[in-house]
């Protein structure tokens, strides 16, 4: 017959290890969950997956010095490289400081006899962060929903922004490689009808690379079929051939920083305004522009996925594969 002191033991020793499993079950969630870490003094905004930095939203507006007005005037967002802590997009800085992470703007905003650019914001025009509408977490994804004003050069709205975001593991080939990022965003008029248009380098849902890409020219590039083979930027021009290489529906943008290889593919919702002139530059800048018009009763609503990846670069055939899978969720209403 066991002794009370052996029962006793075997008891602690039970109740310790149920204890460790359930911290380390508890550790294990915490390690796979989405949060927001919120400094409304610095103006920034971070999401984090476990201890994985994912994005950074840059929304401070300061007009203090006018060195701080030109780091402010529009919001955007910086990514993280999945697997690391490198930010790998560019800030107000390098070559083409008005290009910024994931932004939106159109250069020619057009409206009650005036034009306002609203991605130099030269003269005093803005982006300004207001407030989030949502900002959410859990174990499967990260939703904000931002409101930004699009400000004429008298402090005025023009434009009233809900832009959002969600972001996601991604999974099945990709799972642990990287993130999904789902943004959707509608203008909605405060000056009557207004025209939204610019030309492809210029205007519509852009991505830049960290400035290091830009010293080397470093970005390469891969498209659906039918379009340019060229691993190389194709560069069209809108002066002499406006027509030409619109519509692609997505595209990727591949580089390597700090020795690892990201790559940035770009899905399009294929109901968005057509044409759709897509734009790509061997120092890292891609995305797409089309002209539009919203009003006050007929807002403007874009949709756009981006899948950031590490390791090697996706195929034509997968990208492809994937983004049919997009296009067949948007026909779902998911």
Same mark, same amino acid.
């Given at each position: 017959?066991?002794?009370?002191?052996?029962? +006793?033991?075997?008891?602690?020793?039970?109740? +310790?290890?149920?204890?460790?499993?359930?911290?380390?079950?508890?550790?294990?969630?915490?390690?796979?969950?989405?949060?927001?870490?919120?400094?409304?003094?610095?103006?920034?905004?971070?999401?984090?997956?476990?201890?994985?930095?994912? #994005?950074?939203?840059?929304?401070?507006?300061?007009?203090?010095?006018?060195?701080?007005?030109?780091?402010?005037?529009?919001?955007?967002?910086? *990514?993280?490289?999945? !697997?690391?802590?490198?930010?790998?997009?560019?800030? @107000?800085?390098?070559?083409?400081?008005?290009?910024?992470?994931?932004?939106?703007?159109?250069?020619?905003?057009?409206?009650?006899?005036?034009?306002?650019?609203?991605?130099?914001?030269?003269?005093?025009?803005?982006?300004?962060?207001?407030?989030?509408?949502?900002?959410?977490?859990?174990?499967?994804?990260?939703?904000?929903?931002?409101?930004?004003?699009?400000?004429?050069?008298?402090?005025? @709205?023009?434009?009233?922004?809900?832009?959002?975001?969600?972001?996601? @593991?991604l999974s !099945?080939? +990709?799972? !642990?490689?990287?993130?999904?990022?789902?943004?959707?965003?509608?203008?909605?008029?405060?000056? &009557?009808?207004?025209?939204?248009?610019?030309?492809?380098?210029?205007? &519509?849902?852009?991505?830049?690379?960290?400035?290091?890409?830009?010293?080397?020219?470093?970005?390469?590039? *891969?498209? @659906?079929?039918?379009?340019?083979?060229?691993?190389?930027?194709?560069?069209?021009?809108?002066?002499?051939?406006?027509?030409?290489?619109?519509?692609?529906?997505?595209?990727?943008?591949?580089?390597?920083?700090?020795?690892?290889?990201?790559?940035?593919?770009?899905?399009?919702?294929?109901?968005?305004p057509k044409?759709?002139?897509?734009?790509?530059?061997?120092?890292?800048?891609?995305?797409?522009?089309?002209?539009?018009?919203?009003s006050e009763?007929?807002? +403007?609503?874009?949709?756009?996925?981006?899948? #950031?990846?590490?390791?090697?670069?996706?195929?034509?055939?997968?990208?492809?594969?994937?983004?049919?899978?997009?296009?067949?969720?948007?026909?779902?209403?998911?």
């Open positions: 017959m066991r002794s009370f002191k052996s029962l +006793l033991s075997s008891v602690v020793a039970v109740a +310790l290890l149920f204890v460790a499993s359930t911290l380390s079950a508890a550790e294990d969630k915490s390690a796979t969950t989405f949060s927001w870490q919120d400094d409304p003094q610095a103006g920034t905004t971070d999401l984090k997956y476990g201890d994985q930095p994912v #994005v950074r939203y840059m929304h401070a507006y300061d007009t203090s010095t006018e060195k701080r007005a030109h780091e402010t005037f529009k919001v955007f967002h910086h *990514v993280f490289g999945p !697997g690391s802590e490198d930010i790998i997009t560019k800030g @107000p800085h390098g070559k083409f400081t008005h290009h910024r992470g994931i932004f939106f703007g159109f250069n020619k905003t057009q409206f009650e006899g005036q034009e306002l650019d609203f991605w130099h914001c030269k003269k005093g025009e803005h982006q300004r962060h207001i407030g989030f509408q949502e900002l959410a977490a859990d174990e499967k994804q990260a939703r904000m929903i931002a409101e930004i004003h699009w400000i004429d050069r008298e402090g005025k @709205p023009v434009i009233i922004e809900a832009r959002d975001f969600t972001f996601r @593991p !099945g080939d +990709l799972k !642990g490689k990287g993130f999904q990022i789902d943004f959707e965003s509608t203008l909605t008029s405060k000056r &009557g009808t207004i025209t939204l248009t610019g030309d492809r380098q210029h205007a &519509g849902f852009q991505i830049r690379a960290a400035q290091e890409i830009a010293e080397t020219d470093g970005a390469r590039y *891969v498209r @659906p079929a039918g379009f340019p083979e060229q691993a190389e930027a194709f560069q069209a021009n809108d002066k002499t051939e406006p027509n030409k290489h619109i519509d692609l529906g997505w595209f990727a943008m591949t580089y390597e920083l700090n020795g690892r290889r990201y790559t940035f593919e770009y899905f399009e919702d294929p109901s968005m044409p759709s002139r897509f734009s790509e530059r061997p120092y890292g800048r891609f995305g797409a522009f089309f002209s539009a018009k919203v009763d007929q807002p +403007l609503r874009v949709r756009y996925r981006v899948n #950031v990846i590490t390791g090697e670069t996706p195929t034509r055939e997968e990208i492809q594969q994937r983004y049919d899978q997009f296009v067949a969720e948007l026909a779902k209403g998911q």
